[in-house]
């Protein structure tokens, strides 16, 4: 698991859970027992929303009308055509939800609310993280969860699959590792493409530097999911600190995995971070390159997020050093034709400043790209840096390089926001999440869905020109 101090402070409360001896009984004492939440048949009720922007953009902004303190709604977005989802993972006194959104005459409406069905020996109000990771694929719909719980072995972490029947999603399949292992953060990251499903567990093999990793491999037969590998990389050893699988990216064909290692170690030891490229080879998924970036570094957390369409492939690396800026953040794009891989381009905000975290988030949509950071330090012996909203940056490609075209920031936003935290594209629209405060309601969380409103705004091949 990342240290604490990479989250949100809401995620700071979270330690004294996770490092109780007893974290059972203290679940058990948790106030505001869950009831469960029905799933709703499709009705376009809109939650609270907000609609401002930019000239060139539209922004809509979304709360969810039962939301609380500490539910980091849009803690992970994903947009694909006219659906969408936001993720409250609430990691404290409650388990998770996933909200559902249609596009509906250009707005944004909230259809469902889903939830995973707990093992019933899950302790009153357990933290289950479900929504920390989203994965779509057809009308199937992936949700890591990954401190789900086991009566015999407690938080050893699952993934969800829900499917679209008749437009409600209903959770069909539980997925867990074969031999599971408390606290590996199995759900940590999710991907799905077609049958075949890869779930990251980034605390497996926990050790003297931290933990190693690892990737497991679904396949759905007959609607029956089978475990059929457990990846982890070709330097991977128990205890290394890598933290392989804490991102994943997978288009059915191209499979990346990141190891980007710890955000601050005790111990002063770093791994500079690497992506691992599989293919699949007679059915079996065989490592065939290690990506690092040209100028690696220790510490750069390079591989914390990853995006991968066709040959091209994204790659963040939000502690990166920039010049004098520590922690300004990098994404490195590679081009994957050839097999091996091979970096092109390294991006870097136009207005970056140490502490920004650039390459916390990364969406990949044809020739756009969608970057976030928020500001924040990672060692607990620096003073916190002054906070600031957080932004997320639109990136064009043309004629193979990128340039940076346009800066997303919440039109209410405030210090502290954490505004970038998650990102996605897809068509013309952009999704950003952002776990800042609503009212008295510390980290609740909202998102906001952005789409442009001039016909010259270039956005995954959808539109010709340029925006400024």
Do not use: C
């Not at 475990?227 to 050893?237: F, I």
């Amino acid at each position: 698991m990342k240290s604490t101090s990479w989250l949100p402070s809401a995620l700071i409360l979270l330690a004294a859970v996770v490092s109780t001896t007893d974290a059972r009984a203290i679940q058990s004492q948790q106030a505001n027992r869950w009831a469960g939440w029905p799933a709703p048949a499709l009705q376009f009720a809109p939650p609270p929303t907000r609609i401002s922007g930019s000239p060139d953009w539209a922004e809509q902004e979304v709360i969810a009308d039962d939301g609380q303190a500490a539910d980091l709604y849009g803690f992970d977005v994903l947009v694909r055509g006219d659906l969408a989802f936001v993720s409250a993972a609430a990691p404290i006194y409650r388990p998770g939800k996933v909200y559902v959104f249609a596009k509906v005459a250009d707005a944004w409406m909230q259809t469902q609310v889903i939830t995973a069905t707990q093992d019933p020996s899950a302790p009153p109000n357990w933290s289950d993280f479900f929504g920390w990771s989203l994965a779509l694929s057809g009308d199937r719909l992936l949700v890591g969860a990954p401190f789900a719980f086991d009566p015999m072995m407690g938080p050893i972490g699952a993934a969800y699959v829900f499917t679209n029947v008749a437009g409600t999603w209903t959770q069909t399949s539980a997925l867990t590792a074969t031999i599971p292992t408390a606290t590996d953060y199995f759900g940590w990251a999710v991907t799905l493409a077609g049958n075949t499903a890869v779930i990251g567990a980034n605390s497996h093999n926990r050790g003297a530097n931290g933990t190693e990793g690892a990737a497991y491999v679904f396949l759905d037969e007959n609607d029956a999911w089978t475990q059929t590998q457990l990846l982890e990389g070709s330097d991977s050893t128990p205890g290394d600190g890598h933290q392989f699988g804490n991102a994943i990216a997978f288009d059915g064909t191209t499979l990346l995995i990141g190891a980007p290692g710890a955000d601050y170690s005790s111990t002063g030891v770093y791994f500079p971070g690497a992506a691992y490229r599989f293919g699949n080879v007679g059915g079996t998924w065989t490592e065939t390159a290690r990506l690092v970036p040209d100028d690696s570094a220790n510490g750069d957390q390079f591989g914390f997020s990853l995006a991968a369409s066709a040959d091209t492939a994204l790659i963040g690396a939000p502690a990166a050093t920039i010049g004098a800026n520590s922690h300004q953040g990098a994404i490195y794009a590679f081009d994957l034709a050839g097999g091996a891989g091979q970096q092109v381009q390294k991006l870097v905000a136009s207005d970056g400043v140490a502490l920004n975290q650039f390459g916390q988030s990364v969406a990949l949509a044809g020739d756009t790209a969608v970057v976030g950071q928020w500001r924040f330090d990672d060692d607990p012996n620096h003073p916190a840096p002054e906070p600031a909203p957080g932004e997320a940056y639109l990136f064009e490609r043309s004629a193979g390089v990128w340039s940076q075209a346009h800066v997303f920031a919440a039109s209410d936003g405030t210090p502290g926001d954490s505004f970038g935290w998650s990102v996605d594209a897809d068509g013309t629209s952009v999704l950003v999440g952002a776990q800042g405060n609503v009212g008295a309601n510390t980290f609740q969380g909202t998102a906001y869905f952005y789409s442009p409103q001039i016909d010259d705004v270039i956005f995954a091949d959808a539109f010709e020109g340029t925006a400024r």
